[in-house]
């Protein structure tokens, strides 16, 4: 099995700077979701169905933009007031960049969007209970990083936050701002970081020394260490998904597997589990280019939060 770095970018460009012998491309969160269940992963990234924003996902999304920006100001000015000053002003952006986020509330429901800001704000507060920001000086944010596994599978995704050491060693740093239960979701969480850990050693040859999920609601660290031994393992699982995925897509066969985090997902009305048929499989012609996979960003409240 070999691997080969392809570009670590902020851009989304891997795809076509790829080698030529690479035919697919695979991000976490589409893993993720073959993993969690095939058909969820067929809806997502092969009918490429819709899935309205929800009051919850666009609370993640603008948390993370907020923390993404605090690091643009220097480092004594990133204190939770600051951290507060950018959340509507971050909200505005979003909005105007994604229209229907401004379907989440009715028009004019000016208590509706209050709250809403509100509670970023806190989940914010929940940020610096446990980091302090000021002491941080991160390496990456919001960064494509990608790299080629077994010669022709380009896996990658947008991590939070990198953090480089003086003495070279990596921390992954992901923010979770869901409400849901972490116990139904910490093993999908550990899946991601684990994706870009591998990443990150074909590329730059270390391992990342920590691998953190913030839990801000609950203002909570998790760390992992992982080893080399490990991500052999994970790379041979990521390929082995992979081949799974290009099975089911040949036979057209992506069966649901219920489980808590069928309560997360958009498609019950769809899903056999419950009571509803998939629409016909796309023909050929309409599938989706392999090599354009979703970006890595939560596609629904919960199950990425
Ligand atoms: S409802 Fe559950 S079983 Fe059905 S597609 Fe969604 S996650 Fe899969």
Redesign the pocket.
Known sequence: MTAESVIDTQGDQTAAQAPATVRASLSPSRAADFK??P??YR?RSIDRLPERPTVEQARGTLVHAVLERLFDLPAPARTPESAGDLVAPQWDRLVTEEPELSTLFADGDAAGVDGFLRSAAALLEGYFAVEDPRRLEPAEREALISAVVDDELLIRGYLDRLDVAPDGALRVVDYKTGGAPREAFEARALFQLKFYALVLWRTRGVVPRVLRLLYLKDAEVCDYAPDAEELVRFERTVVALWRAIEQATARQDFR????R??DW?S??SR?P??GGTPPPFPVAAAAPDPLVDARSRPATPGADE
């Open positions: 969690t269940c058909l969820l809806f649901p597997r219920p489980s985090l069928c997902c498609h019950q899903c589990s419950f």
